[in-house]
């Protein structure tokens, strides 16, 4: 009865969402796993989506504790403010004190060949997860989602879930200690995952999965069950071979936070299948080059940095679409200064320039209209052009041979 009155709730909630896109006149904030988009030139309104959504933000004193407890500074991704939000990530801390097991699992949803810039933020930063506490990853590569929902062959979108999974590997995960599969074929070669899969299922009906995701009558069948396949890894009885067979180890999820609602469901229905409740860590998104109001997409080359995109592509991209917060002329820019809560060159610098020190020296020059945008722009493009070029020559170097290794269930290397 429980669990029935928490869909019931969360449906209500998701439809007062719709009922109130507009405020005082004004469209507010869209955010679910397939749109992103806000009417502010700021970007989503982030303190709002934590009230809405329900999760607690990063303060300083889990910062502080994340510290103690691992004995390293903050990756400057939450320093910054960039991860934000999370769900029961003093648990995980707890755990990681007690030397109790846990695990890492993220996604990718294939839609593209290549990966851009905003695809990389939660790879780095479980990259580094994954380093700091020494702890099994799971990366699960969407790929029936993407037929379900783009117009894609099955065979089209099992190729580009591999294509992304060298673009993955190239960021330097450990094969050791990182199993990254395909929902298209792993489905049918796991008994325990699909069995996961059918337990998530029968614990949500259709009427909830429609409060919580919107889907209509006319969406096919298809779209209805997806939640259950990506709830799934968040429970290890989904791998027996990397976990031994334990079916109660932790889990956590760093994620942009459109992809919560999956996981607000995945949570009420995990004490129900005996599971445990996963934690997460949560992002902003990545602004798409033309500002703020959504993020970057795969689907418009324009509007994204790929990691496939040439130096000269790279800075035309930057010098052409990147919305600029400063003046339009050099003497108003000089007179007024340059905002960098919209300026999308700045706001690119925050995500992958590591320098605190720099990047507070860029935005006081900046602001006071001392540093032009010309300069801000070329400063940008001085930081992504090498960081994606490395990343190219590596993925370059990656055979088939090493994608099948990462995509072959195994144990992975953790003292349980």
């Keep these: 009865m429980r669990s029935e009155f928490v869909f019931t709730r969360m449906a209500e909630d998701a439809a007062k969402e719709v009922e109130n896109l507009k405020v005082d006149g004004e469209v507010a904030d869209v955010v679910n796993p397939w749109e992103v988009t806000t009417s502010s030139a700021t970007g989503v309104d982030y ?29 400057h991704l939450v320093r910054r403010g960039i991860f934000f939000s999370h769900r029961d990530m003093h648990t995980i801390l707890t755990l990681y004190e007690q030397k109790k097991p846990f695990y890492l699992y993220t996604g990718r949803g294939p839609s593209s060949t290549s990966l851009h810039l905003g695809h990389l ?5 479980t ?33 580009l879930a591999r ?23 792993y489905m049918g070669q796991s008994r325990a995952f699909y069995r996961t899969v059918c337990r998530v299922q029968k614990c949500v009906t259709f009427n909830q999965v429609k409060g919580i995701f919107g889907f209509g009558d006319s969406d096919c069948i298809g779209k209805i069950s997806f939640p259950a396949i990506q709830a799934a890894p ?11 067979k334990k079916a109660d180890i932790p889990c956590l999820i760093p994620c942009a936070i459109d992809q919560d609602p999956y996981f607000r469901m995945t949570r009420d229905v995990a004490p129900r299948i005996g599971g445990k409740k996963p934690a997460l860590l949560h992002s902003m998104f990545f602004p798409a080059l033309q500002g703020a109001q959504t993020k970057m997409s795969a689907s418009d080359p324009n509007s994204s940095i790929f990691l496939t995109d040439t130096n000269n592509q790279i800075k035309n991209k930057i010098n052409k679409y990147a919305f600029s917060g400063g003046g339009a002329t050099v003497e108003e820019h000089k007179e007024k200064g340059g905002n960098c809560d919209v300026d999308v060159s700045y706001q690119y610098l925050t995500f992958f320039m590591e320098d605190d020190a720099k990047l507070a020296e860029i935005k006081k020059t900046y602001t006071s209209g001392e540093l032009l945008t010309g ?9 992504l052009q090498p960081l994606v070029a490395a990343h190219r020559e590596r993925r370059q170097k990656i055979t088939e041979e090493e994608v099948t290794q990462f995509m072959t269930p195994r144990k992975l290397i953790y003292d349980y």
């Design 163 to 185: 294509e992304n999974a060298k673009d993955i590997i190239a960021l330097g995960f450990d094969v050791n200690k990182t199993f990254i599969f395909s929902d298209l074929e």
């Design 47 to 75: 303190d709002k989506l934590v009230e809405r959504f329900g999760s607690s933000k990063i303060d300083d004193e889990l910062i502080a504790r994340i510290e103690k407890v691992t004995g390293k500074p903050v990756h």
């Design 121 to 125: 933020i939660p790879f780095i930063f």
């Design 127 to 159: 990259k580094w997860l994954q380093e700091t506490f020494n702890v099994p990853l799971v990366i699960q590569l969407t790929d029936d989602e993407k037929f379900l929902w783009k117009d894609l062959s099955i065979d089209e979108a099992y190729r």
């Design 375 to 383: 300069y801000l722009k070329k400063e940008l493009i001085g930081i």
């Design 234 to 244: 968040s429970f290890s009885s989904s791998f027996p071979e990397i976990f031994n």
